[in-house]
């Protein structure tokens, strides 16, 4: 772990280019069929009025169609900052810049610089961290009503093709590395906190869950 914000590698890998083409691609053909199942979760959980903490949202799309469906204010944490002019012009569009705050800083090794909120989000986070555990641990310690992720299936297409990726990186002298980490281990860390899986969606390249707290009063 390297400054303030985990590995090293991100800014070469999610620099100005990355934000620009999911800028493009969310303007032209809205949110990804993946995070739009994570997004219905989230309206099936109730969002009017909720907080939403978005883990390594990139241009924040995601926090724009939560806005977009009742909830208050978002937050988002990243490691990099390539993506701030961009996600600024986004926010901005949606007339959605005053409810949306963004900070650099990684939750995983800095638990207590955020507040909890209502509902946290990572889509095709977990992938680009190592310490999964920690970073799933954290995330869920930090969402009082539910908390969904996005990872990629783990098979051995994707084992060969994460393995490919990270040899590139390696030859490029990158320090990221991406994973495809164990999917009932990450379960495990994200209930850790007492949260429970209560949706699963298995899709062809990613999967999302989606934990919810126990009822109040429930057992
Ligand atoms: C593949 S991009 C996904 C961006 C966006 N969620 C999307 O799907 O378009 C992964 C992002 O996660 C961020 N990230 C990884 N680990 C993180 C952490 N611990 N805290 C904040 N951001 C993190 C990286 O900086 C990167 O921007």
């Known amino acids: 772990m390297s400054g303030c914000c985990g590995p090293s590698g991100y800014d070469d890998l999610f620099g100005p280019g990355f934000s620009r083409h999911l800028a493009r691609r969310y303007r ?3 949110l990804d069929r993946t995070a739009t199942r994570m997004v219905a979760f989230l309206v099936e ?3 009017e009025g909720a907080s939403v903490l978005e883990i390594g949202g990139g241009v924040g799309d995601v926090q724009i169609e939560l806005l977009r469906r009742g909830a208050a ?4 944490l990243e ?3 390539s993506y701030e002019a961009d996600a600024a012009a986004l926010a901005a569009e949606a007339g959605m810049a005053d409810r949306v705050t963004r900070r650099r800083l990684d939750l995983a090794t800095d638990p207590s610089a955020v507040e909890p909120h209502d509902l946290v989000v990572l889509h095709r986070v977990v ?3 190592p310490d999964y555990q920690r970073l799933l641990g954290v995330a869920a310690s930090h969402a009082t009503r539910a908390l969904v992720y996005s990872h990629p299936r783990a098979n051995a297409v994707s084992r060969l093709l994460f393995g490919t990726q ?3 990186f390696r030859l490029r002298r990158s320090g990221f590395r991406a994973f495809v980490h164990d999917p009932a281990a990450m379960t495990g860390a994200a209930e850790s906190t007492g949260l429970r899986a209560a949706f699963r969606h298995r899709g062809a390249a ?3 869950v989606g934990l919810t707290a126990p009822a109040a009063g429930a057992p």
């Open 45 to 47: 959980q109730g969002i």
């Open 206 to 208: 990613w999967h999302v």
């Open 73 to 76: 204010r978002t937050t988002n």
């Open 127 to 129: 992938c680009c961290y």
């Open 166 to 168: 990270n040899l590139f």
């Open 79 to 81: 490691l990099v900052d």
């Open 28 to 30: 032209k053909r809205g």
